[in-house]
């Protein structure tokens, strides 16, 4: 064979040797990694391994059983139209003249009405009191569900409820929050089990109730008695929403804060989240995750199956409304004799191990799904209802159990948009698509196949799901401990030492992108008046550091804070608000633009007072002489040293309390560098605050106090300029590095 070929046949060989080797390398370290996750013993766990409490005790520590008893009873009379619209769905669709899809779609799609006002909702709760958002939201609700009774066809009948659905979002994430934040973790699942319990109650007897309006409401030959029925029940929502207003606010996660550090210590002037941020957050937490794919999934069938059932009971065994009502009953009187137990069982399942009561929350799901088949198939009324009676406990117990599950695993000042978020995937995924599937198959296959098409794959697939989420559990409670620990140690440093808080302050910083995590646990403070260099070799994690710190990504795992507060989940906006401005690497100018139309734009936010833009223009001129004179050059035609220092001026008008440089030199001549490290070493010498991100290590020692090495997104060191130069396996590792990074 012919030295060439040998060649070319040994290239790929090395080719793939070279592959394993990186595949193994990548392997080990997830591995690794795996093994290094944070795991805290049982008992350090929030509400783990406590002392049993008892429920009236546990209301007196949250100052009372009266926020629990208003958001009772606005829960219940939320059920109690819910319930309503299930048991009129025939007598709704008779008075319209419209086919069995189009009530089913109407009863399921004004579930999903609930996901365009839970976002809104969460957000309010978690920035402002929750007795007002809650106080409003109900009186609006009892407009809309007057309105219900009112409206001439079913295209009015849709809008109103509408209107129900948006005011009814109130109830998951700000009612959620505000009980979590106001009670002990120990009495959490009878709390649940007790609202459920309410909301059965009245379910159970909303037939009866609802059924008796409507029989006596109806004349002969009518069917519009129905609307009876909405008048009445919003009338009682008006007079609890004035009670919502009076509510005391609760101090937010006092409970977890108590349970883990012993003290509820508070945050002076909290910054609220971003959206974006908190939802980026709140998906990185797995079991969360899993609870929430595992209801979406069992959407399909939940919110279809109370109208496709009673569309069953009369059409196959010719049940009228208070008839119906009468069947639907039995099977809420054993569900709220269950709950009674299931809610002190919860709480010793939890204080024992957290992770079995996401595995039973699961296995219930799972199993109640075969019984809906024999339930569908049988001969007679006595026969449905009796073999309903299992399911329904099996699926209310697990329910009842998610709720306060979860408001231990989320953080808490994020809770009200942690429900929002379930409520948005589980309402938009499984109403929506419930709601859609049932408008197409019930008027061709009736009640029974649709109702057993869509709820017995869903609810296996949702149940299994959750059973996978629980070994989750306890990694996500871990997580909560070490940010509040965290917290801890910080309020306890500022407290000690308050006229030495850092400027910019980054702890156990975990960052991924997708699936790949790109920063391990990274820890560093900048002082005022403190510049400091981020070195590192190519894809070490450096820019990424930048990123997050001014808010353009949000890290599963840490905090940032600036002077003190906690901006983690702070939108770039209100960074920038306060101070926090990066200048980005490459061309940070408009080139299409005059340097002087640069600047105005640059300033835009100020552009209500003239006088200031001005001033903050003159200011950059004199900063950067260079400029002047050229304020009628496109940006285009400037050197690449002058772009940047155009660009660095840009980033100048907002008066930077922290300023993030990232790649200050790329591409530029050594001279053109030399002008800009000039420009920099003023500003150093002005006491700016600096974060610089450096390809070249003599460069970013010219102009920092202190440095930190990055490699393989972790800190390998931290010091002093001079230490650095000292380092030379570190020197040679960002000289004989690629650039970037």
């Known amino acids: 064979m012919a030295e060439g070929d040998e060649t070319n046949d040994e290239r790929p060989r090395q080719a793939a040797a070279l592959a394993g080797l990186v595949l193994e390398e990548e392997a080990a370290r997830r591995d690794a990694q795996a093994d290094e996750e944070l795991l805290f013993a049982d008992d350090l766990l929030p509400g783990v391994g406590s002392e049993e409490l008892s429920l009236r005790k546990g209301l007196l520590m949250g100052g009372g059983a009266t926020t629990f008893v208003v958001l009772l009873i606005l829960n219940s009379l939320d059920e109690l139209q819910t319930s309503a619209f299930a048991l009129l769905a025939p007598d709704i669709r008779d008075t319209f003249g419209v086919g069995d899809g189009v009530i089913t779609f109407i009863g399921a799609i004004s579930a999903a009405f609930v996901v365009l006002g839970a976002v809104p909702m969460g957000w309010l709760a978690d920035r402002y009191r929750r007795g007002p958002v809650i106080g409003w939201s109900s009186i609006a609700f009892s407009i809309c569900v007057f309105l219900s009774g009112i409206v001439p066809n079913a295209f009015a009948f849709f809008w109103a409820r509408f209107g129900v659905g948006i005011a009814k979002a109130n109830t998951i994430p700000v009612h959620g929050s505000m009980i979590a934040d106001a009670y002990p973790i120990g009495i959490r699942g009878r709390i649940g089990a007790i609202t459920a319990i309410a909301g059965r109650g009245v379910a159970v007897l909303s037939p009866l109730l609802v059924g008796g309006i409507t029989e006596i409401a109806n004349g002969p030959g009518e069917v519009d008695g129905w609307r009876w029925a909405y008048y009445i029940l919003g009338v009682p929502v008006i007079f609890f929403a004035f009670a919502a207003f009076r509510l005391e606010e609760p101090t937010r996660g006092r409970w977890e804060k108590e349970d883990v550090l012993g003290d509820a210590i508070a945050e002076d002037d909290p910054l609220p989240p971003s959206m974006e941020a908190a939802f980026a957050r709140l998906w990185q937490i797995r079991t969360l995750r899993g609870v929430i794919v595992g209801f979406s999934a069992m959407g399909f069938g939940i919110f279809t199956a109370p109208f496709l059932e009673n569309l069953f009971l009369e059409d196959e065994f010719n049940l009228e409304a208070l008839d119906r009502g009468i069947a639907l009953a039995a099977g809420g009187v054993f569900v709220m004799v269950a709950l009674v137990f299931i809610g002190p069982r919860f709480d010793r399942l939890y204080r024992r191990d957290p992770s079995l009561v996401l595995r039973l929350v699961g296995a219930l799901i799972f199993f109640s799904a075969f019984l809906m088949p024999v339930q569908y198939f049988m001969p007679n009324v006595a026969s449905f209802v009796i073999l309903s009676i299992p399911r329904e ?55 029974r196949t649709t109702v057993l098409l869509l709820s017995v794959p869903t609810t296996l697939v949702g149940g299994a799901l959750m059973v996978r989420a629980a070994s989750f559990v306890k990694l996500d409670l871990s997580q909560v401990v070490q940010e509040l620990r965290e917290e801890l140690d910080e309020s306890e440093r500022r407290s000690l030492d308050p006229d030495n808080i850092p400027a910019l302050q980054v702890n156990n910083l975990d960052f991924s992108y997708g699936k790949v995590q790109v920063l391990f646990d990274i820890e560093f403070e900048v002082r005022k008046g403190e510049s400091l260099a981020l070195l590192g070799t190519n894809g070490a994690g450096k820019s990424t550091v930048l ?195």
């Open 547 to 741: 990123r997050v710190v001014s808010g353009l990504g949000t890290p599963s795992r840490g905090v940032v804070r600036h002077h003190g507060r906690t901006i983690t989940f702070s939108s770039p906006q209100v960074r920038s608000g306060l101070g926090i401005q990066q200048l980005p690497g490459g061309r940070g100018v408009f080139s299409d633009m005059t340097v002087q139309q640069n600047l105005i734009m640059g300033a835009y936010k100020y552009r209500r007072d003239r006088d200031d833009v001005h001033r903050r223009i003159a200011g950059v001129k004199a900063l950067f002489p260079g400029l002047v004179g050229r304020e009628k050059d496109l940006a285009r035609n400037l050197s690449g040293g002058q772009q940047q220092m155009l660009a660095l001026g840009i980033t100048m008008l907002n008066e930077p309390d922290v300023l993030l440089i990232d790649e200050l030199s790329l591409g530029l001549a050594p001279s053109v560098v030399q002008e800009l490290l000039e420009l920099i070493d003023r500003l150093r010498d002005a006491g700016q605050t600096m974060v610089i991100v450096e390809q070249s290590i003599n460069i970013a020692l010219q102009i920092s106090d202190r440095a930190i090495f990055l490699e393989k997104g972790q800190v390998r060191f931290e010091g002093s300029a001079a230490e650095l130069l000292e380092r030379d396996d570190i020197a040679r590792a960002v000289f004989l590095g690629e650039e970037g990074g």
């Open 393 to 447: 406990v099996m699926l209310f117990a697990a329910f009842a159990m998610v709720q306060p599950m979860l408001q231990s695993i989320v953080p808490y000042r994020l809770r009200g948009l942690g429900s929002a978020l379930g409520t948005l995937y589980i309402f938009f995924t499984g109403a929506v698509g419930g709601g859609l599937l049932a408008l197409f198959f019930a008027d061709a296959w009736g009640p």
